[in-house]
């Protein structure tokens, strides 16, 4: 069964930063397209940043030149590196991974940043 777990989210005030990390299990080989969502209270679950088995990413404009996403194949784990995080980036974040034709999703993890 595949699965995806979150960890590093929190609360940190505006300015700071967060790394989101996203580890998967039960695969036989690197997952395919894994990326990040976020949804705020009230507001619809939102693409933050996406990255290919390749390394191609893509990423929200309000995120552009803040956040960083990478990947390790070997460990089928997926980071999200947050920088200059403000008090808008608040909300549940959610892992995503793409494996044999099926979506899968992390549990999420909350991202809290006071003004």
């Known amino acids: 069964q595949v699965q995806l777990v979150e960890s590093g989210g929190g609360l940190v005030q505006a300015g700071g930063s967060l790394r989101l990390s996203c580890a998967a299990s039960?695969?036989?080989?690197?997952?395919?397209?894994m990326g990040w969502y976020r949804q705020a209270p009230g507001k619809q679950r939102e693409l933050v940043a996406g990255?290919?088995?390749?390394?191609?990413?893509k990423y929200a404009d309000s995120v552009k030149g803040r956040f960083t996403i990478s990947r390790v194949n070997a460990k089928n784990t997926v980071y999200l590196e947050m920088k200059t995080l403000q008090p808008d980036d608040t909300a549940v974040y959610y892992c995503?991974?793409?494996?044999?034709?099926?979506?899968?999703w992390g549990q999420g993890t909350q991202v809290t940043v006071s003004s």
């Open positions: 995503y991974g793409g494996y044999e034709s099926e979506n899968y």
């Open positions: 039960g695969v036989t080989r690197s997952m395919d397209g």
């Open positions: 990255i290919s088995r390749a390394g191609s990413t």
